[in-house]
């Protein structure tokens, strides 16, 4: 008898994935061939992408497209894209992930470098002349695109002044067989390695590793202030999985790569030059991005010119479409796990829990669900708001609510919302307050209010019940019954 593989069995992508086809419905695959200009893309909206994509959409299992058409390579997709599926692939559970992922944050496991002959990713090298846009799939989301992306690239690269780690993932559009642009929001902590190298005159070497154990990915979504400059989040990948990411040297650039990476594109960020995003296509977009909306093309970006390819044998591209729930997993539960940890140093046994809610693409919107124990509590669940604020400073709106109500039930979310709350005195505005630049209402054009692009009004939704007044609202109470003898 064959025992199922389990989540203490994953290594690399490989075994996620056949962690995943051994559960229904977390996993499935289909050999019809499939354009990965648009086409991929869209069938996948229609299976599992979700939120905020556009409907028709809804969560659904991870896809594996086993025939691309041009290509030798599949590409799969929708990985982390459920909560539920993101719980299994790290052991957890939908309520626990976050609490997890402060427990790996709270027990590093620093990297370990493996030999160059022990590195799956390198077990085939193809050096120049290549183009990347005939060897690997690439995928092309909407017909309005820049051009084909890689999109779960993971960059790694260190400080050219103090030698500190960084791993980050950004959106890279192929430019020419050996060229790709990078998009940096201000801030990042490799594009901050890259400009102490530019201002040097030098190129910053990087590795962009792709297809991957779920953990790592994860993992390399922490932001400041949690991870500040120069914090290695693969100790926290480390955590996760109770073992020592294995990294492996490059072997044309000083740099290091994720070892059991299906794919490695080593190269270097050129000091200097610049490209417009959209060049190829005049299309005046980039790619969709995670609000839902097709993002803008940047006028001028940094490239990066690839000097080597290393895979696994049979590799597995892994891609996201850009929105949907699968950026929402990817960005909100490490989010999540910042909010819990600066509330709770701030006030112990408050905060129950945070999700950030997929309308906000895992970024925009923060749901906290919080405990008044006496009357000397009422008003901290409004210093909890503002304390996410801090965390996180992407952060947009919260809704607080209490812990009588289910912060992953939208239904009773709104619920709260429309008898727990009065806008006249339930609602803090902060405005004038930098937020995240992608959101297309922050801007002068929306509101007279907004002084800048990039500005915005960030708003507290206290749906708490004054705690005066607990016994007023308290739900209807029900029998507690075994339902299994009925159903």
């Known amino acids: 008898m064959t025992t199922a593989p389990t989540s203490a069995a994953i290594v690399d992508l490989r075994t996620a994935l056949e962690f995943l086809a051994s559960i229904p419905g ?6 019809t061939p499939v354009d990965p200009v648009a086409e991929l893309a869209g069938v996948y909206r229609h299976i599992g992408a979700g939120t905020p994509v556009a409907p028709p959409t809804r969560i659904g299992p991870a896809m594996l497209f086993e025939s691309v058409k041009g290509y030798t390579m599949p590409v799969v997709t929708g990985v982390l894209a459920s909560r539920q599926r993101t719980a299994l692939l790290l052991g957890s559970t939908v309520e626990r992930l ?7 944050l709270n027990h590093p496991r620093t990297p370990i470098t493996i030999p160059n002959a022990e590195a799956p990713c390198q077990q085939v090298v193809i050096r120049p002349p290549f183009d990347l846009r005939t060897l690997i799939p690439a ?3 909407t017909l ?8 779960m690239g993971l960059i790694r690269a260190e400080d050219p002044e103090t030698g500190e780690s ?11 067989p050996d060229l790709l642009s990078v998009y940096f929001v201000p801030g990042r902590h490799i594009d901050q390695f890259r400009i102490k190298a530019e201002k040097a005159g030098r190129a910053l070497p990087v590795s962009i590793s792709m297809g991957l154990d779920p953990a790592i990915y994860l993992a390399a979504c922490f932001e400041p202030p949690t991870t500040p400059l120069g914090f290695d989040e ?8 109770r073992r020592p990411v294995e990294l492996v040297d490059c072997l044309t650039v000083a740099a290091k790569a994720i070892a059991r990476a299906e794919i490695v594109l080593e190269g270097e960020i050129l000091p200097g030059e610049r490209i417009r995003e959209d060049v190829q296509t005049n299309t005046g977009y980039c790619m969709p991005e995670f609000p839902g909306y097709l993002g803008v093309a940047q006028q001028s970006l940094p490239v990066i010119r690839i000097k080597a390819i290393t895979h696994r044998t049979n590799p597995i591209l892994q891609t996201i479409i850009g929105p949907g729930e699968e950026h929402v997993n990817l960005a ?29 693409g895992g970024k925009y919107l923060a749901i906290m669900q919080f405990r008044k124990a006496a009357a000397s509590d009422e008003g901290r669940q409004r210093q909890a708001a503002l304390t996410a604020f801090a965390a996180f400073s992407e952060l947009k709106h919260v809704i607080l609510i209490d812990e009588d109500v289910n912060l992953f039930d939208t239904n009773d979310v709104l619920w709260a919302m429309t008898t727990r709350y009065q806008g006249d005195v339930s609602t803090m505005f902060l405005p004038g307050v930098r937020c995240h630049p992608l959101d297309p209402s922050q801007s002068p054009d929306f509101s007279p209010s907004i002084p800048a692009h990039g500005i915005s009004c960030k708003t507290v939704f206290d749906c708490t019940v004054p705690f005066h007044l607990k016994e007023r609202f308290r739900r209807a109470e029900f029998v507690p019954v075994d339902v299994s003898r009925f159903v």
């Not at 960084?166 to 020419?176: E, N, P, S, Y």
């Not at 693969?234 to 999985?241: E, K, M, N, Q």
């Not at 909100?332 to 906000?360: D, F, K, Q, W």
């Open 332 to 360: 909100g539960i490490p989010t999540e796990a910042s909010i819990l940890r600066l509330v709770e140093n701030s006030m112990p046994g408050r905060l129950v829990n945070v999700y950030c809610h997929s309308a906000g």
């Open 26 to 31: 977390q996993l499935i695959s289909t050999r």
């Open 234 to 241: 693969l100790t926290i990948a480390g955590g996760l999985r």
């Open 139 to 141: 995928p092309t989301n």
């Open 144 to 151: 309005l695109d820049a051009g084909p992306y890689f999109n």
């Open 166 to 176: 960084d791993v980050t993932i950004h959106r890279m559009c192929l430019q020419g």
């Open 98 to 104: 976050p609490f997890d992922l402060l427990d790996a």
